[in-house]
């Protein structure tokens, strides 16, 4: 059964940084589509950064250049270090798995909320 | 960017009758569109994908229509945990989310 776990979610002023973990179990993220995707109420559902195997990755232009996602194969874990952090970057932050069969987001994670706030 | 608009913002249906969510690109996405349930403190849960195709375990009473532009997600006869906000989403050009359809008793 595939399962997501994030965590890593918190209050951080704005500038600060944060890194978020996501726990993968019943597949490999190695070989996976994986994607975070925010929810805020001013900004609904917004997808962040997108890494696959067989390429470099990718970032949504609201957070190009202050994220970057990364994984670690032997923990079967996905990353996010978040830099420059505004308030706009306020949200549940999920992890999802998508596969180039079902290029969307068939797999979610319960999500981890991020609070920018001075 | 492609833009996705959701009609309407709520929907008033009472549980057994039918509730038709629209679903508008700003340009055409062929058929990669899919219909996500969300419920209060939960993830999205994928509906539809490729416009009409249920996912794992989504019962029949869920369907899915379009093309293009123009997309339809119906639920034939509503039942209690339905009442939820269903989000459209394209995934021809990276993904884009629609505001969602707050479905209501």
């Known amino acids: 059964e595939v399962q997501l776990v994030e965590s890593g979610g918190g209050l951080v002023q704005p500038g600060g940084s944060l890194r978020l973990s996501c726990a993968a179990s019943?597949?490999?993220?190695?070989?996976?589509?994986m994607t975070w995707v925010r929810h805020s109420p001013v900004r609904g559902l917004e997808w962040v950064s997108f890494?696959?195997?067989?390429?470099?990755?990718s970032y949504a232009d609201s957070v190009n250049g202050r994220f970057t996602i990364s994984r670690d194969n032997s923990k079967n874990m996905l990353f996010l270090q978040m830099n420059s952090l505004r308030a706009e970057d306020t949200a549940v932050y999920y992890c999802?798995?998508?596969?180039?069969?079902?290029?969307?987001?068939?797999?979610w994670g319960r999500g981890t909320l991020v609070t920018v706030s001075s | 960017e492609i833009l996705m608009t959701q009609s309407p913002a709520t929907l008033s249906v009472s549980p057994g009758e039918r509730a038709t969510l629209s679903c508008r690109a700003s340009?055409?996405?062929?058929?990669?569109l899919a219909w996500f349930q969300q419920k209060p403190g939960q993830a999205p849960r994928l509906l539809i994908y490729?416009?009409?195709i249920r996912a794992t375990g989504i019962p029949a009473r869920f369907s899915g229509s379009g093309s293009g532009t123009e997309f339809t997600l119906t639920i034939s006869s509503l039942q209690s945990e339905d009442f939820a906000v269903y989000y459209c989403?394209?995934?021809?050009?990276?993904?884009?989310f629609g505001h969602g359809t707050k479905l209501e008793i």
């Open positions: 019943g597949f490999s993220v190695s070989n996976s589509y």
């Open positions: 999802a798995r998508s596969t180039a069969v079902l290029p969307t987001f068939a797999h």
């Open positions: 989403q394209q995934y021809s050009n990276w993904w884009t």
């Open positions: 340009q055409s996405v062929s058929s990669n």
């Open positions: 890494a696959y195997s067989g390429g470099g990755p």
């Open positions: 490729a416009a009409s």
